[in-house]
């Protein structure tokens, strides 16, 4: 079986796969001060809602934004699973051309949604994904990764409104009934909610427009659904699009890995 961890900035989805098929999955908080054992024993818990075992482990794949986090993490595969990790970056084969000006620079999670999309739609795609950041990145028609935009999240506007606006409260995102909010939550949430459909709309319909094709466009991440659900632009929610750019990722590296568990 296959265990990946695709690491953001806020929220953490671990994912075990069998045969190409996800056994289970979960979305954890990012905890960007924790070590080697405690991920190992965090793990071991969420294992023991299920029939796994980490016996049941022969290989890991991990995405991660959060330098500090990648040393923990290989060394909790190594010390808990037996497993050295394939960790997506640069030198790491995925069969895709990035056409950046610096490949180096696309985060290992924009690249594992580009090479979920193409593993699972037809190109050329458009993939939003609703993290720390809201990311847009484009696919051609040939299967390259193009770049996109990187837009400030739905979380850290909300967060910023809290704390830089004094008599502005916390808001929890809902969509509200009306656009003309009638009280100050509400009016807030409207801004929110509807200002970040604005966003995603013009974003992707001026990245179409650069494509110069009809693109499918797949929204990812957890506030997706409920910013898909009001736009105009958003033709599928996929909540597990990273972990399967993953899991191919993995397959396309499996050959020229080491066989067995790490010394």
Same mark, same amino acid.
């Given at each position: *079986?296959?265990?990946?961890?695709?690491?953001?900035?806020?929220?953490?989805?671990?994912?075990?796969? #069998?045969?190409?098929?996800? $056994?289970?999955?979960?979305?954890?908080?990012?905890?960007?001060?924790?070590?080697?054992?405690?991920?190992?024993?965090?793990?071991?818990?969420?294992?023991?809602?299920?029939?796994?075992?980490?016996?049941?482990?022969?290989?890991?794949?991990?995405?991660?934004?959060?330098?500090?986090? +990648?040393?923990?993490?290989?060394? *909790?595969?190594?010390?808990?699973?037996? $497993?050295?990790?394939?960790?997506?970056?640069?030198?790491?084969?995925?069969?895709?051309?990035? +056409?950046?000006?610096?490949?180096?620079?696309?985060?290992?999670?924009?690249?594992?949604?580009?090479?979920?999309?193409?593993?699972?739609?037809?190109?050329?795609?458009?993939? $939003? #994904?609703?993290?720390?950041?809201?990311?847009?990145?484009?696919?051609?028609?040939?299967?390259?990764?193009?770049?996109?935009?990187?837009?400030?999240?739905?979380?850290?506007?909300?967060?910023?409104?809290?704390?830089?606006?004094?008599?502005?409260?916390?808001?929890? +995102?809902?969509?509200?009934?009306?656009?003309?909010?009638?009280?100050?939550?509400?009016?807030?949430?409207?801004?929110?909610?509807?200002?970040?459909?604005?966003?995603?709309?013009?974003?992707?319909?001026?990245?179409?427009?650069?494509?110069?094709?009809?693109?499918?466009?797949?929204?990812?991440?957890?506030?997706?659904?409920?910013?898909?659900?009001?736009?105009?632009?958003?033709?599928?929610?996929?909540?597990?699009?990273?972990?399967?750019?993953?899991?191919?990722?993995?397959?396309?590296?499996?050959?020229?890995?080491?066989?067995?568990?790490?010394?």
């Amino acid at each position: *079986m296959l265990l990946v961890l695709d690491v953001g900035n806020s929220n953490t989805v671990i994912g075990v796969c #069998d045969e190409g098929a996800w $056994v289970v999955d979960w979305r954890i908080e990012t905890r960007k001060h924790i070590t080697e054992d405690e991920y190992g024993v965090l793990i071991r818990n969420l294992f023991r809602l299920t029939p796994l075992t980490f016996e049941l482990v022969t290989g890991i794949c991990i995405s991660c934004v959060v330098p500090p986090l +990648l040393f923990v993490l290989e060394a *909790m595969s190594k010390k808990y699973f037996g $497993v050295q990790p394939l960790i997506v970056g640069p030198g790491v084969k995925t069969g895709m051309p990035i +056409l950046y000006d610096n490949p180096r620079e696309v985060g290992a999670d924009r690249i594992a949604n580009a090479i979920g999309a193409l593993g699972k739609y037809e190109p050329p795609c458009i993939v $939003v #994904d609703f993290g720390t950041a809201t990311t847009f990145d484009a696919i051609s028609a040939r299967g390259e990764y193009l770049g996109g935009a990187i837009a400030p999240g739905i979380m850290i506007s909300t967060e910023a409104l809290f704390e830089h606006a004094s008599k502005l409260p916390r808001v929890e +995102l809902l969509r509200p009934r009306s656009v003309i909010g009638k009280n100050t939550v509400h009016s807030m949430q409207a801004g929110l909610i509807y200002g970040y459909v604005g966003l995603v709309n013009e974003l992707v319909r001026r990245m179409q427009k650069e494509l110069r094709a009809d693109t499918t466009v797949i929204a990812t991440g957890g506030l997706a659904r409920i910013i898909a659900e009001e736009s105009e632009v958003i033709q599928i929610v996929d909540p597990n699009l990273t972990i399967d750019g993953l899991r191919l990722i993995y397959e396309r590296n499996r050959s020229a890995e080491p066989a067995g568990r790490a010394e």
